[in-house]
């Protein structure tokens, strides 16, 4: 394996595996973290930033705001 990356020492069918199994994931936590966001009065969550695309935006009180950069405005 010296001199390869991860991707190139497995198999193609080991790359499909390992990303479905990581898009199995991320769809559980958007789901819990949604979950969590409906147990906070007031609190929703919207599209991912489109400034940063690094974070879902946050909806509170009338506001869009990014956990990530901050970058937030009035709906």
């Known amino acids: 394996m010296e001199g390869q ?8 069918r080991e790359l ?11 769809d559980c936590l958007e789901t819990t973290l949604a ?4 147990e906070i009065d007031g609190l929703s969550l919207s599209s991912r930033c489109s400034k940063c695309e690094e974070s879902m ?7 869009l705001y990014c956990p990530y950069c901050g970058d937030g405005h009035s709906l």
């Open 5 to 12: 990356t991860v991707g190139e020492s497995l198999s193609d």
């Open 16 to 26: 499909a595996h390992r990303l479905l199994e990581l898009e199995k994931r991320v």
């Open 35 to 38: 979950a969590v966001a409906d």
């Open 57 to 63: 935006l946050i909806v509170r009180d009338g506001m």
